[in-house]
Antibody
Framework: QVQLVESGGGVVQPGRSLRLSCAAS????????MHWVRQAPGKGLEWVAI????????YYADSVKGRFTISRDNSKNTLYLQMNSLRDEDTAVYHC??????????????WGQGTLVTVSS | EIVMTQSPATLSVSPGERATLSCRAS??????LAWYQQKPGQAPRLLIY???TRATGIPARFSGSGSGTEFTLTISSLQSEDFAVYYC????????FGQGTKVEIK
């Protein structure tokens, strides 16, 4: 069965960096686009970034552009999110999610439970 | 950015009753509309895509309709496990979500 398990969250000071990971299993990871989606405490869902199946294209929400970098290692079935220059407003649970297609543009058919990132001094 | 607006924010329904949730897009998204269910502390679960196609394993009591800018999710007879928050999402232009509708026990 498809499993997505995030890790790497924690408490970090404003301006610092953090790297999240998402370990995928139960499907051919290299065939699918992958996303990061975040959810601030008590709030709704916000799309963060997408990476194509082969890593050749990446796109970001304006709120994180220039600060966050999405990447993947298809040999390790793992998705990453490098978060730099963190701000208070980046505090959220970060979910990875599988796109139904290889190059995005569709819905998210599987999600991980998420990892909590708290930005606080 | 395409803004998705869901109504109502909270829906109080008795078990066995019908629930109707609405989602409006700020511009046409054709049928590129999905619905997700989220329970506390859990990952969102895909219910509906293409506005009206049930995802694998989703019970028939869940149905979606609409196109363009107006969409509806209907739960025909609420079961205890259906009390949750429901989000609509458009994937016609990047990806944006509604703010959610919480379905609670009346």
């Amino acid at each position: 069965q498809v499993q997505l398990v995030e890790s790497g969250g924690g408490v970090v000071q404003p301006g610092r960096s953090l790297r999240l990971s998402c370990a995928a299993s139960g499907f051919t990871f290299s065939n699918y686009g992958m996303h990061w989606v975040r959810q601030a405490p008590g709030k709704g869902l916000e799309w963060v970034a997408i990476i194509w199946f082969d890593g050749s294209n990446k796109y970001y929400a304006d709120s994180v552009k220039g600060r966050f970098t999405i990447s993947r290692d298809n040999s390790k079935n793992t998705l990453y999110l490098q978060m730099n220059s963190l701000r208070d407003e980046d505090t959220a649970v970060y979910h990875c999610a599988r796109d139904e297609g290889a190059v995005g543009g569709t819905f998210f058919d599987y999600w991980g439970q998420g990892t909590l990132v708290t930005v606080s001094s | 950015e395409i803004v998705m607006t869901q109504s109502p924010a909270t829906l109080s329904v008795s078990p066995g009753e019908r629930a109707t949730l609405s989602c409006r897009a700020s511009q046409s998204v054709s049928s590129d509309l999905a619905w997700y269910q989220q329970k506390p502390g859990q990952a969102p679960r895909l219910l509906i895509y293409g506005a009206s196609t049930r995802a694998t394993g989703i019970p028939a009591r869940f149905s979606g309709s609409g196109s363009g800018t107006e969409f509806t999710l209907t739960i025909s007879s609420l079961q205890s496990e259906d009390f949750a928050v429901y989000y609509c999402q458009q994937y016609n232009g990047w990806w944006t979500f509604g703010q959610g509708t919480k379905v609670e026990i009346k």
